[in-house]
């Protein structure tokens, strides 16, 4: 029970989608344990039965069996096509098509962080991904550089993220939850840090959040928090991230517009406190060697105003 808290597993399904992963995995897992066992108790008794004994050292042969031949391959035969069928089944009832229906989300995989966008409406997000519980959703699945593959295991199966393609994913989630996840797909030096958080709530709750990520960042008041704001649209972080209701449009980077909202920084790499962030800005290669955010040379005073400024991004 403490292992399944700490790692994320396939047999702690919290959605419709994942019960039905972990149903035909635990099928392959016992006809696996079947046909291991099976093949140890004919071993042993193939070892004892025609071992060598004194004045015999060759066992008796026998050959042209056919009752042996007909269950060697009717057997193996009906472990497949059972298999097959149970396959396409899981297939069809996990990932049925999707063509022309609208999605609730668009996850989009970058290096190296995870981008949301909710269709049809004017939230986007980084790394912490909230999603309702009760209803079925429709997730599309893309990539804006490289190869990256979407997978929360407790939430069903996984999808490649392809540059140019468009897949899909259905989930059903079953109860409340934070949901941690990972890229299964080596996309770079910081693969190993681009963690997935899915937060799982009920639908009034989805939805007050999401009402709540439509808004416009917060006006600063602290005299701080404003020289931050201009020293952020004065120099050039404006040009790789957004921050809605002000002058920085970029889109290369994660959307910043309500940052200090977020329990986590650097897709899941560490918590979203003030000294992380002081640490991040001073030197973003020391902390997470190879992320796309190059190195500016501030001064400690702008450090700290940059920091005042983007905790309070709600």
Not at 159 to 173: E, K
Request: hydrophobic fraction near 40%; glycine fraction near 8%.
């Amino acid at each position: 029970m403490l292992l399944s808290l700490l790692i994320p597993s396939i047999f702690s399904s919290a959605s419709s989608e994942a019960s039905e992963i972990t149903t035909l995995t635990l099928y392959f897992i016992i006809a696996s344990v079947g046909i291991l066992l099976t093949v140890i108790g004919l071993l042993i008794y193939v070892s004892v039965k025609f071992r060598g004994k004194p004045g015999d050292p060759e066992p008796r042969q026998f050959t042209g069996n056919k009752v042996v031949e007909g269950v060697m391959i009717t057997i193996p035969t009906l472990l497949v096509g059972g298999f097959f069928y149970l396959t396409l089944s899981t297939m069809q009832t996990v990932l049925p098509p999707a063509d022309g229906l609208k999605p609730e989300v668009v996850i989009r995989g970058h290096q190296f962080w995870w981008e949301a966008q909710y269709a049809g409406k004017n939230a986007v997000v980084a790394n912490e991904i909230h999603l309702p519980v009760g209803r079925r959703i429709l997730m599309h699945i893309e990539a804006a550089d490289v190869i990256h593959d979407w997978w929360v295991p407790e939430l069903g199966a996984k999808m490649d993220a392809i540059p140019g393609r468009t897949n899909h994913l259905w989930v059903t989630i079953r109860k409340p939850g934070v949901y941690e996840g990972a890229c299964s797909e080596f996309c770079g030096a910081q693969h190993a840090w681009m963690r997935i958080r899915v937060v799982a709530q009920p639908e009034a709750e989805y939805q007050q959040w999401v009402r709540e990520r439509q808004q416009n960042a917060v006006t600063p008041t602290t005299a701080s928090a404003v020289a931050g704001a201009a020293f952020f649209n004065r120099e050039t972080c404006g040009t790789c991230h957004r921050i809605r209701g002000t002058v920085a449009n970029g889109n290369v980077g994660p959307d910043l517009t309500h940052f200090a909202s977020r329990q986590t920084m650097l897709s899941g790499m560490m918590p979203n406190t003030r000294e992380n962030l002081r640490r991040w800005l001073q030197d973003p290669q020391a902390v997470k060697p190879g992320a796309k955010m190059p190195r500016f040379i501030y001064s400690k005073d702008s450090i700290n105003v940059l920091v005042d400024y983007l905790t309070t991004l709600k």
